[in-house]
């Protein structure tokens, strides 16, 4: 089975689904992406596993919007339509059995295409939930629906993805299928196991960090609702314990200025780093802590999940109901500042109890690892061709 990846953008977490897509299709597996937004690094992992079947191409147009907009600065907020000249026509060179495409927009036109004009079967990877999607507006979601006349099947991330496709673009189920987005958690289980104790008290103490640590990873905008924790963490003002942001964005300087200017204690801002290293942080870590308020599918908590911490997830990330359990968590509402604190609190409460709810972590991700996610998409792909 020759199976064409149409995936405009990508990162690290995704190389090892098509890695592994790849060994299912007996090196068939082709990936068309847009060079000026993918990482270098990304960019010559995807050629070492596919050499020339990583398909890089350049010159996108874009109507509305600013071009290299990061998605999680905002969401649905007015129209962007990328339009990539020779997509379709490099897309029939590769020869595909079936098309993979991610999400309604982006370069999905091309994949619609030609299904409706060539008959190539196609499945959609989508992430959104009734939360997310809660601002696209009637022209959106007349799009999507029409759209989705053409799309054969479509994997979604989890439960509550589903529940938006069936309960607001009236989907029916058996155009659904579950899994799509993973991270690569066998890797960092692997490099966390390998972190040595001498190690990780070595890298503490590089970082100035004395006490239990709470970790957040991700980008620093408004989104992720960072201001939030912040603000919950002078609050609270836990003992012994340090809060640790990794990562990067506009509201760096803003949020650092407000630690100092508050005498906030023991709040530390890591800047952004290599991907490669990430495991060290997550090593470092006690308590994983994510107060999002909006993420179709956070893929830093199956990270955390991997490297066996608890987790502490908002209730606007759309991953909870499948990652996230009594056992290994704990569930709040951000913009609830009572509940919030009181969910750190009752955190800090069970200390005695991290590490066997990390271990719970474990196991559970252990079910979301790219090589399942990576059989799933497989088995749907034959689905469809013998159906066809």
């Not at 993918?38 to 960019?43: D, L, S, T, W």
């Not at 490099?191 to 040595?196: I, P, V």
């Not at 650092?256 to 800047?271: M, P, Q």
Request: glycine share 6%; proline share 4%; charged share 25%.
């Amino acid at each position: 089975m020759k199976i064409t990846w149409v995936t405009r953008s990508f990162l690290d977490y995704r190389i090892t689904v098509y890695e592994a897509i790849n060994l299912l299709t007996n090196n068939k597996l082709t990936v068309i992406y847009f060079k000026d937004v993918v990482p270098e690094r990304c960019q010559n992992k995807l050629e070492t596993i596919l050499g020339k079947r990583a398909i890089g191409l350049t010159g996108e147009m874009r109507f509305g919007g600013e071009k290299n907009q990061p998605l999680s600065n905002l969401k649905n907020n007015g129209i962007r339509i990328p339009i990539q000249p020779g997509l379709i026509r490099t897309i029939k060179s590769t020869k595909p059995d079936i098309i993979l495409a991610d999400g309604f927009f982006q370069w999905t036109y091309a994949a619609l295409w030609l299904k409706i004009f060539n008959g190539i079967p196609n499945i959609m990877l989508y992430e959104g939930t009734e939360h997310t999607e809660r601002n696209a507006g009637k022209i959106r979601l007349f799009y999507r629906k029409l759209a989705s006349i053409f799309i054969d099947i479509i994997h979604c991330n989890g439960s509550l993805c589903i529940d938006f496709l069936k309960n607001v673009l009236k989907i029916k189920s058996k155009k659904l299928a579950l899994g799509n987005m993973t991270s690569d958690t066998e890797s960092l289980k692997g490099n966390c196991e390998a972190f040595s104790q001498e190690d990780r008290l070595a890298f503490k103490k590089e970082l100035n960090l004395q006490g239990d640590v709470f970790l957040f990873v991700g980008r620093l905008v408004p989104l992720k609702g960072i201001r939030y924790l912040i603000e919950v963490w002078e609050e609270t003002k836990p003992q012994n314990s340090n809060l640790l942001l990794v990562g990067d964005g506009p509201l760096k300087i803003e949020l650092s200025e407000y630690v100092i200017a508050n005498k906030i204690e023991n709040v530390y801002f890591s800047g952004a780093i290599n991907y490669d290293f990430i495991y060290k942080y997550f090593g470092i870590a006690d308590c994983f802590i994510i107060p999002t308020l909006q993420d179709n599918w956070s893929l830093v908590v199956p990270e955390a999940m991997s490297c066996g911490l608890p987790i502490l997830s908002s209730k606007y990330n759309g991953c909870w109901p499948e990652l996230v359990k009594p056992e290994n968590g704990w569930i709040f509402d951000p913009l609830d500042s009572k509940n919030f604190i009181e969910t750190l609190e009752v955190a800090i409460k069970n200390k005695d109890n991290w590490k066997q709810m990390g271990e719970s972590s474990a196991k559970i991700v252990a079910d979301f690892s790219p090589e399942k996610i990576a059989a799933q998409i497989f088995k749907t792909c034959e689905k469809v061709i013998t159906d066809k």
